[in-house]
DNA sequence: TCATATGGTTACCTCATGGATACCAAGCCG
DNA sequence: CGGCTTGGTATCCATGAGGTAACCATATGA
């Protein structure tokens, strides 16, 4: 069996929404889906865009959206060395779903934090 | 359109955007969603329908999603006590972004695990 | 009296992850 | 020679997420 096409298994831990997910709720790859999404970006511009992130933490999430063919690594033998990021055309349609993200925040965003502190209130004196 | 709400610091870990993604990329939400998309359920019958979460960590992610006001605990003072979880009317509108990241994964899925795969051949030999 | 059922809580442990810091390789240039 | 650059690694450590197992409160019913 090389292939079992759709009907995923969503309970499941292997289901590929789950991976996606969790990619997409990895605390930098948002971050590196916005520094990329207009055009390429060098590692230390990607570095200094997101501000905060450190160089080994950079390098395992841009490695692992590398690996997961969502952006290219692009090396320029050149010296110093230059090394490019870029989004695949693969990667630039996750640009969508990352939208449906940010209207639905957008609109909720509000009543969420209303309902913590609410929640937060209540629980106080149980 | 005629109002532009907070306009988000998509850069900053306070954006509410990165709040929501780590939510849904949380390991248990998804699923406590999708037991949950049909109707009220009990605290065992979301644990069997996962499969595999223990009490304590269901409870804490019903918790967070309580808190959040995702969904609400309704508890039953009856003996032995029933204690039933249901979404809210803003937790279903979530469902909607939780089909987009399933309809991203199930078009690209094979496409990603394809890039793993050769990626690690690639790799190995560095 | 004691088991049973539900819906948890609590204490404890482990291991992966994130982060801080230091360091490196290559080559040009002064 | 030695310093500058870029794009990382190497190393160590603290944190915390997640899991295991034991326990609890309550009332019913055998």
Do not use: N
Not at 48 to 62: F, R, Y
Not at 93 to 98: E, I, S, V, Y
């Amino acid at each position: 069996m090389d292939t079992k096409p759709p009907a995923f298994d969503v309970m499941s831990p292997e289901c590929p929404s789950r991976l996606i997910l969790q990619r997409m709720g990895d605390k930098w790859t948002p971050l590196v889906f916005l520094a990329l999404q207009s055009g390429p970006r060098r590692f230390s511009q990607v570095r200094s865009d997101i501000g905060g992130v450190t160089p080994k933490v950079l390098t395992q999430t841009l490695r692992a959206l590398e690996r997961d063919g969502l952006l290219t690594r692009t090396i320029y033998p050149e010296v110093p060395p230059r090394v490019e990021y870029e989004l695949t055309d693969v990667g630039a349609t996750l640009l969508g779903p990352f939208d449906v993200i940010r209207d639905w925040a957008q609109t909720h965003a509000a009543q969420i934090l209303e309902s913590r502190d609410s929640f937060d209130g209540r629980t106080e004196h149980r």
